[in-house]
């Protein structure tokens, strides 16, 4: 496993004893883990939209395309009971 040392400043070293002492997290590694792999997760997720917001701005949805969903909605609709 690979340690990391970093310096942090003593508001940040006091709000993570903080989550400490309310159970939050075990310890301040246990809490740097979690902060790092929040931030990976995040970034992941920011990439993939991007990603995905690219794909669609390069190759945009046409009408026909979508025209299915529209219909399927009419027809679930039209079939409740209200």
């Given amino acids: 496993m690979t340690q990391l040392v970093t310096r942090i400043d003593n508001e ?6 903080q989550l400490v002492a309310e159970g939050v997290v075990e310890s301040r590694s246990d809490a740097v883990r979690r902060g790092l792999h929040a931030l990976i997760e995040q970034t992941r997720r920011r990439r993939t ?8 701005t390069q190759r945009p949805q046409t009408d026909d395309e979508v025209a299915w969903a529209d219909q399927a909605t009419i027809r679930m609709i039209t079939d409740e009971p209200w």
């Fill in 49 to 56: 939209g991007e990603a995905i917001i690219a794909g669609y």
């Fill in 12 to 17: 940040l070293a006091r709000s993570i004893d």
